[in-house]
């Protein structure tokens, strides 16, 4: 419901906007948030701060004509709101020779709040909780540790967090999750609110993992972004390249409660609103032309099955598939693609999709199906027109297949979650996480954890007797040595064959959930030998173990096995991870599965 009674005050070096229920106070001309007063306080952000700190939108780019400049600038644009502002940019690159290339390292929107009232932070429900000061993080009551993100509290002011590590990494969400977050004021009680209502102009797809709320406290929308992806994702525009991007709009949310009443419903309240937010997407009052409304984009539905005649003799409906428009691209470049707008959504029991307001503009489909290897591509291009309905008909994925299951490893869902996560040090814990084992990935210095389980041989896993959930470490990490230094490391696969067609080809598929700067050879049944039998080289640069994630991007292997190199009987793969010049150097796994050679009989997965 629009405000009623906004009033406009301008002065030589601010504008203030107030409708009654707040104040939002601008610095003229740059047209960063210097305050914005609510609920008897008169400055819920930071007033320590410079006024350039405190809510402003932050533009990181460097130019690609050698010369390593580099600029920060900030665009904000108000738009009112009831118990709360709406804030969108947009983006311009000229196509004229006078615009220089760029590359576009980071854009968001960031909020520093009042560090003596809001002490309290929700990124999720499983993610909430009273939070460590920012001078916690100071010498003398923080010690640094691998990286600068990450500090354990040794002396903190408020005594019970001593002991605990502090990374904001560890509070980071997949798109697909980061629709509302922020934090809480026990006096007054209030809370500040970032809602996200749609991933139309987020980087990456429904999978791309951003930083939101974190000690500081700091309030987040990250709009472009490298984390957990690498260079991949950060967009790269040549000299008169012509681009334009509408980011946004994001709504800031306020909310209060009358004394005496649980601060923390606050955080249900925001939720709440969250769906408000959602139902309203496309919103109708931004005025800018390069802001489509709802009739004027277009809509596309349909059916996706899933054919794989070694599961099932029928083509299958999936209940959770995604399915989304994105740029054309090859199979797959949804997750990597950062210039422009992608649209998802989850496909119903039946596998009946509709993806609704999608901006004009010509298109692929693309699918994948959490279960399932791999990625779906519809290879006709869709063209969207204001006000259409596009019915793309029963679409049917085949994920990549050869032949029957021999025995396979893990969960194809692009996550190495289900792996085994092992127990953080207890020097270096978040309490958050400790009965959380869902969680427990995102505790501190796993890394150093596979030195300690396999102090000396390598992982080895059995098919049918080893357990992927106990036995099967979630990330292939270097080994520290007794100076420091660091090893690669060769797990090892045993299994057993029988009746092995030598001339015949088997096929081995490797999904990886992550990689950062490492590389996979693969041998079978010699691990001495010089060249291996398949190597991905040097790939990847998530750093997804560094940043407690469970996953970066997606990468998919086929290697043909010649039956002349199996025996009958005892089998070996060795899966060595070589590159060692740091612990953060690994592999995560998805899945991997040994399929016989496709004149064997049908095996059930």
Same mark, same amino acid.
């Given at each position: 419901?629009?405000?009623?009674?906004?009033?406009?005050?301008?002065?030589? %070096?601010?504008?203030?906007?107030?409708?009654?229920?707040?104040?939002?106070?601008?610095?003229?001309?740059?047209?960063?948030?210097?305050?914005?007063?609510?609920?008897?306080?008169?400055?819920?952000?930071?007033?320590?701060?410079?006024?350039?700190?405190?809510?402003?939108?932050?533009?990181?780019?460097?130019?690609?004509?050698?010369?390593?400049?580099?600029?920060?600038?900030?665009?904000?644009?108000?738009?009112?709101?009831?118990?709360?502002?709406?804030?969108?940019?947009?983006?311009?690159?000229?196509?004229?020779?006078?615009?220089?290339?760029?590359?576009?390292?980071?854009?968001?929107?960031?909020?520093?709040?009042?560090?003596?009232?809001?002490?309290?932070?929700?990124?999720?429900?499983?993610?909430?909780?009273?939070?460590?000061?920012?001078?916690?993080?100071?010498?003398?009551?923080?010690?640094?540790?691998?990286?600068?993100?990450?500090?354990?509290?040794?002396?903190?002011?408020?005594?019970?967090?001593?002991?605990?590590?502090?990374?904001?990494?560890?509070?980071?969400?997949?798109?697909?999750?980061?629709?509302?977050?922020?934090?809480?004021?026990?006096?007054?009680?209030?809370?500040?609110?970032?809602?996200?209502?749609?991933?139309?102009?987020?980087?990456?797809?429904?999978?791309?993992?951003?930083?939101?709320? %974190?000690?500081?406290?700091?309030?987040?929308?990250?709009?472009?972004?490298? %984390?957990?992806?690498?260079?991949?994702?950060?967009?790269?525009?040549?000299?008169?390249?012509?681009?334009?991007?509408?980011?946004?709009?994001?709504?800031?949310?306020?909310?209060?409660?009358?004394?005496?009443?649980?601060?923390?419903?606050?955080?249900?309240?925001?939720?709440?609103?969250?769906?408000?937010?959602?139902?309203?997407?496309?919103?109708?009052?931004?005025?800018?032309?390069?802001?489509?409304?709802?009739?004027?984009?277009?809509?596309?539905?349909?059916?996706?099955?899933?054919?794989?005649?070694?599961?099932?003799?029928?083509?299958?409906?999936?209940?959770?598939?995604?399915?989304?428009?994105?740029?054309?691209?090859?199979?797959?470049?949804?997750?990597?693609?950062?210039?422009?707008?992608?649209?998802?959504?989850?496909?119903?029991?039946?596998?009946?999709?509709?993806?609704?307001?999608?901006?004009?503009?010509?298109?692929?489909?693309?699918?994948?199906?959490?279960?399932?290897?791999?990625?779906?591509?519809?290879?006709?291009?869709?063209?969207?027109?204001?006000?259409?309905?596009?019915?793309?008909?029963?679409?049917?994925?085949?994920?990549?297949?050869?032949?029957?299951?021999?025995?396979?490893?893990?969960?194809?869902?692009?996550?190495?979650?289900?792996?085994?996560?092992?127990?953080?040090?207890?020097?270096?814990?978040?309490?958050?996480?400790?009965?959380?084992?869902?969680?427990?990935?995102?505790?501190?210095?796993?890394?150093?954890?596979?030195?300690?389980?396999?102090?000396?041989?390598?992982?080895?896993?059995?098919?049918?007797?080893?357990?992927?959930?106990?036995?099967?470490?979630?990330?292939?990490?270097?080994?520290?040595?007794?100076?420091?230094?660091?090893?690669?490391?060769?797990?090892?696969?045993?299994?057993?064959?029988?009746?092995?067609?030598?001339?015949?080809?088997?096929?081995?598929?490797?999904?990886?959930?992550?990689?950062?700067?490492?590389?996979?050879?693969?041998?079978?049944?010699?691990?001495?030998?010089?060249?291996?039998?398949?190597?991905?080289?040097?790939?990847?640069?998530?750093?997804?173990?560094?940043?407690?994630?469970? %996953?970066?991007?997606?990468?998919?292997?086929?290697?043909?096995?010649?039956?002349?190199?199996?025996?009958?009987?005892?089998?070996?793969?060795?899966?060595?991870?070589?590159?060692?010049?740091?612990?953060?150097?690994?592999?995560?796994?998805?899945?991997?599965?040994?399929?016989?050679?496709?004149?064997?009989?049908?095996?059930?997965?």
């Amino acid at each position: 419901m629009p405000c009623i009674g906004v009033q406009l005050q301008i002065d030589d %070096h601010h504008v203030m906007i107030d409708n009654g229920i707040l104040q939002v106070t601008l610095s003229k001309p740059e047209g960063i948030v210097t305050g914005i007063r609510y609920n008897g306080l008169d400055n819920v952000l930071e007033g320590l701060n410079n006024e350039s700190d405190r809510g402003y939108w932050d533009v990181v780019w460097s130019a690609l004509d050698g010369s390593g400049r580099t600029g920060v600038f900030e665009v904000f644009i108000l738009l009112r709101g009831c118990s709360g502002f709406y804030t969108y940019a947009i983006y311009e690159h000229l196509g004229s020779q006078e615009w220089q290339p760029f590359s576009l390292g980071e854009t968001r929107v960031a909020f520093k709040l009042r560090k003596d009232k809001f002490h309290y932070m929700a990124v999720a429900d499983d993610r909430r909780r009273y939070m460590p000061l920012p001078d916690d993080r100071s010498p003398g009551r923080g010690q640094p540790l691998a990286y600068p993100e990450a500090v354990v509290l040794v002396n903190p002011v408020e005594p019970d967090f001593k002991g605990e590590v502090d990374d904001k990494y560890q509070y980071t969400c997949e798109n697909r999750n980061l629709m509302v977050h922020g934090w809480i004021s026990n006096d007054p009680p209030l809370g500040f609110w970032q809602i996200t209502p749609s991933d139309e102009f987020r980087t990456g797809g429904p999978l791309k993992q951003n930083l939101c709320s %974190h000690v500081g406290p700091t309030c987040l929308a990250v709009f472009v972004g490298a %984390h957990y992806a690498g260079d991949d994702l950060v967009p790269k525009f040549g000299e008169g390249e012509p681009w334009k991007k509408v980011f946004g709009p994001v709504f800031i949310y306020l909310n209060s409660l009358m004394d005496g009443s649980d601060p923390l419903t606050l955080w249900e309240d925001a939720k709440r609103q969250m769906t408000v937010e959602v139902k309203s997407w496309p919103y109708s009052f931004p005025a800018s032309e390069d802001f489509p409304k709802s009739n004027e984009r277009g809509n596309v539905y349909g059916k996706l099955l899933v054919r794989d005649r070694f599961v099932n003799d029928n083509d299958m409906p999936i209940n959770g598939a995604y399915i989304g428009l994105a740029p054309p691209g090859e199979i797959g470049s949804w997750q990597k693609e950062c210039k422009d707008y992608q649209f998802w959504t989850e496909t119903y029991e039946n596998g009946d999709f509709c993806i609704n307001n999608i901006r004009t503009g010509v298109y692929n489909l693309y699918a994948w199906v959490p279960g399932f290897l791999g990625d779906y591509r519809n290879d006709v291009t869709i063209t969207i027109t204001p006000g259409c309905q596009i019915n793309v008909g029963t679409l049917v994925y085949e994920p990549p297949r050869s032949g029957p299951t021999l025995w396979d490893i893990g969960i194809p869902d692009r996550s190495a979650a289900e792996f085994h996560v092992p127990d953080p040090n207890p020097q270096y814990v978040n309490k958050l996480f400790l009965d959380q084992p869902h969680n427990n990935f995102r505790q501190y210095g796993l890394w150093e954890r596979y030195g300690e389980l396999y102090p000396e041989g390598d992982l080895v896993f059995t098919i049918g007797d080893s357990d992927y959930s106990k036995d099967w470490f979630y990330a292939q990490i270097p080994r520290r040595k007794a100076d420091n230094s660091y090893e690669g490391t060769t797990w090892q696969i045993k299994f057993k064959l029988e009746d092995v067609q030598q001339t015949a080809i088997y096929k081995l598929r490797i999904a990886l959930a992550g990689a950062s700067l490492a590389e996979l050879q693969v041998r079978v049944n010699d691990r001495n030998k010089p060249r291996p039998l398949f190597t991905t080289g040097l790939i990847g640069r998530d750093n997804a173990v560094a940043r407690h994630g469970i %996953h970066g991007l997606y990468w998919l292997y086929s290697v043909d096995v010649s039956g002349s190199l199996l025996l009958e009987g005892e089998n070996t793969f060795y899966f060595t991870q070589p590159r060692a010049q740091s612990p953060f150097q690994s592999i995560m796994y998805d899945y991997i599965r040994l399929e016989g050679p496709s004149s064997n009989s049908k095996s059930i997965v």
